[in-house]
């Protein structure tokens, strides 16, 4: 369940078809500083993301940080992504007609971030292209993992 306040974002955004630098502040100031992140609210934000058909740099960067930081440190067990959690987030990550540059990104810094992560995940990330398109290498992830 989400929030009011995400609810009316989301259906205002949808309605302009369009996510700026203006809307990642009500983002991070009004909506993200008085609610609790859920599941339910980072997906939500993931398929507002493949939904929009333009954002801005700064929403990609907001929603990279905000994911890492949820899936990581603020849900249990801290640090680590189990196999639940990797479930979750490729599924989430990879709904519609594939990961979008923004969930690849999501899907490495989780990665990196972590102090133990799933081997599913790690495969999730580590897919032909996916480290390519990042800029990522392999070797320095699956040593950090």
Do not use: Y
């Not at 009500?26 to 493949?50: H, K, N, P, Y």
């Not at 990879?94 to 790690?122: H, Q």
């Amino acid at each position: 369940m989400i929030g009011h306040k995400l609810r009316e974002f989301v259906d205002r955004v949808m309605d302009h078809h369009a996510i700026d630098d203006e809307d990642v502040k009500i983002l991070q100031r009004d909506i993200f500083a008085d609610e609790v992140t859920t599941r339910d609210s980072v997906d939500v934000l993931i398929a507002l993301e493949r939904a929009v058909p333009q954002a801005c740099d700064a929403f990609a960067d907001f929603l990279v940080a905000l994911v890492v930081d949820f899936a990581v440190w603020d849900n249990r067990p801290t640090g680590v992504i189990d196999r639940d959690k990797a479930h979750w987030l490729m599924t989430s990550l990879a709904a519609g007609e594939g990961p979008t540059p923004t969930a690849r990104r999501i899907a490495f810094e989780i990665v990196r971030e972590a102090e133990r992560c799933d081997e599913a995940l790690i495969g999730f990330a580590m897919q032909k292209g996916f480290a390519k398109l990042a800029g990522f290498d392999q070797r320095r992830v699956m040593l950090a993992s």
